[in-house]
């Protein structure tokens, strides 16, 4: 009879342990499902001019031109989303000769400042998605009295550059700090 109550426990401990073996792998193979989207910010800027045609240029003497130049922190498409950020131009020319006699007109000095040592014009403000900056500048008034007159025959071919770069705001409170820590080397490299 001892035996066979050794037995009955034995194969009652089995069950238990099966029971509980089975409810154990049951709780460690149960999962549950869930989408968790993440949006990546961007920072995508553009250059917006109006230019109208200047018509004929090597007839003009001391020619004035309208173009305004503006720069944009565009509107994200469905997938992500613009940042804030500061932006910086920099305005050159396709020939230096008659770009020493370019004076750009109504040149923003309240919203926009020059740095003479990296040739840049920062805007002073940050930008949000959607928004523009106020026009760095209006217009272009070419001084003929300042250049070589061979160099007017080249009118019809000058051209004028804008060139801008963004970074993302972030933190930074003011466009000086955000772009002095961009532009610093990184220590210990």
């Given at each position: 009879m001892g035996l066979r109550i050794l037995k009955r426990t034995a194969l009652l401990c089995s069950l238990t342990g099966i029971l509980w073996l089975g409810g154990t792998a049951a709780f460690f193979s149960s999962f549950d499902k869930k989408d968790n989207p993440i949006a990546v910010g961007k920072n995508e800027t553009e250059i917006e001019?109006?230019?109208?045609?200047?018509?004929?240029?090597?007839?003009?003497?001391?020619?004035?031109?309208?173009?305004e130049v503006r720069i944009s922190n565009r509107?994200?498409?469905e997938s992500g989303f613009n940042v804030d950020c500061f932006v910086r131009a920099a305005v050159s020319f396709s020939n230096d000769d008659v770009g020493r006699a370019v004076t750009l007109t109504d040149l923003d000095t309240e919203n926009w400042t020059f740095n003479k040592?990296?040739?840049?014009?920062?805007?002073?403000?940050?930008?949000?998605?959607?928004e523009s900056t106020t026009p760095l500048f209006t217009g272009v008034f070419i001084e003929t009295a300042k250049m070589d007159p061979l160099y007017k025959q080249l009118f019809g071919e000058f051209q004028i550059y804008i060139y801008e770069e963004s970074i993302q705001a972030g933190?930074?409170?003011?466009?000086?700090?955000?772009?002095?820590?961009?532009?610093?080397?990184?220590?210990?490299v």
């Open positions: 001019e109006e230019f109208p045609d200047p018509g004929d240029l090597d007839e003009r003497e001391d020619p004035r031109y309208e173009k509107t994200s498409g040592a990296d040739g840049f014009y920062y805007y002073r403000r940050k930008l949000r998605e959607g933190d930074f409170q003011d466009y000086r700090s955000a772009w002095e820590y961009y532009l610093s080397p990184v220590a210990g």
